[in-house]
């Protein structure tokens, strides 16, 4: 790919930031305050990095406005600098466009639909009565199963599994090792012994939504498993079957939500948290890493559960007085009577 190269007073007029110093500064990348050259853009958006600020040979800066004050070098500011980044770093990071065609080597049910102007790549296989929007990327190894839809503009980047009846809306981004559409674990207990509950279900997602390598979403028991416009979901994570994820929703790596949740619009859920089956949680909440959500959550608001990190000597007295904690309680409550 040709190199790209954008000047200061292009990138303020494009992103609507305010210029400091030299327009003419030219940037052909991004990198971070430490590692940048003279030609590279970077950004303070954290005040424990401003330090970093003074040594820096970065071309352009972008910051805010407080941080603007003394500062004799090329800056572009901005109200929140990380959103300003991330728009610029965009631009020397297009997204991959569609090589319209199917692969050689691809396998194509007769009954499926691929758009002429969709990419089949190599050792993909489309199932029966599946649908390939144009501009969809289809990438090496991927299987996109019977009764699967992919939007136009979606991108399965490399051995995704589509297993079956899963929608993609438009321009998904699902990464290496996904797996969409398989059995939701429904078990009825019978005479000793399990029997398997059909998944009948599909997975519906979203435009704009990413799913991150190795995660899991399972097709629902009888109605879809949703998950609602640009939501992103990190790596590794175990979607359940029937669960719901509002829209603009994003979840870090390791997060397991058991069937039939539902979690409202604006969440965050922080890495390796777990959230039980059969509960909601209501729009714009923050739940903590590693943090346990047990029942619903009604009001918005931010929420952790566990105990920091602490050193080891100091757990092991702590965890033998957690098994105290009923009887100082009892204690207590019986002091409490005594004094009545």
């Not at 590692?35 to 330090?51: C, I, T, V």
């Not at 004050?69 to 770093?89: H, N, Q, S």
Request: hydrophobic share 45%.
């Amino acid at each position: 790919m040709a190199s790209t190269t954008h000047t200061a007073a292009a990138l303020a007029e494009r992103f609507g930031l305010a210029l400091r110093g030299d327009g003419a500064t030219a940037i052909d990348s991004v990198a971070t305050l430490s590692g940048a050259g003279a030609r590279q853009l970077s950004f303070l958006a954290n005040p424990r990095y401003r330090g970093q600020l003074a040594g820096s040979a970065a071309g352009v800066v972008v910051v805010r406005e407080a941080d603007a004050e003394g500062l004799d070098r090329t800056l572009l500011v901005a109200r929140d600098p990380y959103v300003a980044f991330a728009k610029i770093a965009a631009l020397f990071d297009p997204p991959r466009v569609a090589s319209p065609g199917v692969h050689a080597s691809a396998v194509v049910d007769a009954s499926a639909e691929v758009d002429p102007a969709a990419e089949v790549g190599a050792f993909a296989c489309i199932g029966a009565r599946a649908r390939v929007a144009a501009g969809a990327i289809i990438g090496p190894g991927c299987i996109v199963g019977e009764d699967c839809m992919v939007g136009a503009g979606s991108h399965l980047v490399a051995r995704v599994t589509l297993v079956r009846r899963v929608r993609l809306g438009e321009r998904v981004l699902v990464h290496p090792g996904a797996v969409l559409g398989a059995d939701g674990f429904g078990l009825a207990m019978d005479g000793g012994r399990w029997i398997k509950v059909p998944q009948q279900g599909g997975v519906v997602v979203g435009d704009d939504c990413e799913i991150g390598a190795n995660t899991t979403i399972d097709r629902g028991a009888i109605e879809d498993t949703v998950l609602e416009e640009d939501v992103r979901l990190d790596n590794q994570i175990q979607i359940g079957h029937n669960v719901r994820i509002g829209a603009h929703t994003a979840m870090a790596g390791c997060v397991a939500v058991a069937g039939s949740a539902v979690i409202g619009r604006y969440c965050l859920i922080g890495g390796a948290a777990g959230i039980v089956g059969h509960i909601r949680i209501c729009d714009r909440v923050v739940v903590q890493a590693m943090s346990l959500v047990t029942s619903s959550i009604e009001v918005p608001g931010e929420y952790s559960s566990g105990t920091p990190l602490m050193d080891a000597r100091s757990w092991r007295r702590s965890a033998a007085r957690f098994r105290q904690l009923d009887a100082l309680a009892r204690q207590v409550q019986a002091l409490g009577k005594e004094k009545t």
